[in-house]
């Protein structure tokens, strides 16, 4: 018998689909049955052929859409765009950030803005729009991919740890506004993660972070798009408000 | 059914209330009309008007008349 898609007939948004984790998990749901809203910064033709050909082979609807996340005003264009496709919208993952390491003393504040608009205001601006759309059906699952920095105190995180921070509130506090009309709010909080964002990392801090893993090794763009599939799909129906940690324990033995 | 219509089924099927209770109507003003509502009746105009209503407009619709103001003033909606 032909295994049963996840998220067959729903359709989701995934914010920063051109790389890394965003580009995984276009993957994974479209395997899984979902058509998926596949935004990224700007156009090309490199993100089109990705989203033609994965919706021919698993038989979905992947349709991009464009706009830069440092931008109200472009955000809103966009969410526009996707209500005229009259599509009923089931899901939201607010993947696409961007990270800083810094000292207090060289974070501009310029450069905090920018974080906090990419990685907490944009996200933030998306789940009160999409969120109404959600209203209308009654149902909806927010994912918003936050960070274990989030969680810890390390330095040089100051900015890009307090952005993901806000993202947590913001994920309890929209669950208990929206649960009642069926609106489930969770996040993730990766651990480090094999893609483009990690490439700056030193080795030596690669290495430690590895070894602090349970695992003993670091995550994988689908350890984090398979954990935002299942809070998408209905296998997570009474699930709401959860931090789910998905760092091989790193989070855990720092607190040893 | 007249944009005028439209707009008061939007409020009367989102507080349960008759139509005589529109006039006058301001948030909070019923046990319905509360934030939870309130998210409710901005989903229902934008569904019934095909609009997308800003953030800044949602957070002014105080009233029935309000609404009906910021949706010929913003929305071009026709009353
Ligand atoms: N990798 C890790 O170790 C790690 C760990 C914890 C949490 N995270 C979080 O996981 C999420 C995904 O990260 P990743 O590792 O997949 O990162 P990535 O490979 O660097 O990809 C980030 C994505 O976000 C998009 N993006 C950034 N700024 C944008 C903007 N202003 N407008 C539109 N799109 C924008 C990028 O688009 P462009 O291609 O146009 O730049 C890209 O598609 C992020 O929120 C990140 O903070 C990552």
Not at chain 1, 25 to 30: D, I, K, N, R, S
Not at chain 1, 152 to 160: E, F, H, I, R, V
Request: charged share 25%.
């Amino acid at each position: 018998m032909a295994e049963k898609r996840l998220l067959e007939n729903k359709t989701v948004i995934v914010t920063g689909s051109k790389r890394g984790m965003g580009r995984q998990m276009v993957t994974t749901f479209a395997e899984n049955g979902a058509n998926v809203i596949a935004h990224a910064r700007v156009q090309d033709d490199e993100h089109m052929d990705f989203c033609n050909t994965l919706a021919e082979k698993d038989h979905v609807k992947i349709i991009p859409v464009y706009f830069d996340l440092r931008n109200e005003s472009e955000i809103k264009n966009g969410i526009k765009t996707i209500r005229a496709k009259k599509m009923v919208i089931d899901g939201l993952v607010n993947n696409a950030g961007i990270s800083y390491t810094a000292l207090l003393q060289m974070t501009s504040i310029d450069q905090l803005r920018e974080i906090m608009d990419v990685n907490f205001f944009a996200p933030y601006i998306l789940s009160q729009y999409i969120s109404k759309m959600m209203l209308r059906n009654k149902k909806g699952s927010i994912v918003n991919i936050s960070s274990s920095a989030a969680l810890d105190g390390n330095p040089g995180l100051s900015a890009y740890g307090a952005s993901k921070s806000a993202l947590l509130c913001m994920t309890r506090s929209l669950a208990a506004e929206l649960g009642e009309n069926n609106i489930r709010v969770n996040a993730i909080c990766p651990g480090v993660t094999a893609t483009d964002m990690i490439n700056d990392m030193k080795d030596d801090i690669f290495r430690i972070q590895k070894e602090a893993s349970f695992l003993k090794k670091v995550a994988t763009p689908d350890d984090i798009a398979n954990t935002a599939m299942m809070l998408l799909s209905d296998m997570s129906k009474y699930i709401t408000g959860q931090v789910i940690s998905v760092d091989g324990g790193i989070t855990q033995f720092s607190k040893r | 059914m007249t944009n005028l219509e439209l707009y008061k089924k939007s409020f009367c099927e989102t507080f349960e209330i008759q139509e005589d209770a529109l006039k006058g109507l301001v948030y909070q003003g019923i046990p319905s009309w509360d934030s939870v509502g309130h998210m409710n009746l901005v989903a229902t105009l934008e569904e019934a008007f095909d609009i997308m209503m800003d953030t800044d407009d949602v957070i002014d619709l105080s009233s029935y008349e309000k609404g009906i103001e910021i949706l010929k003033d913003h929305y071009d909606i026709g009353f």
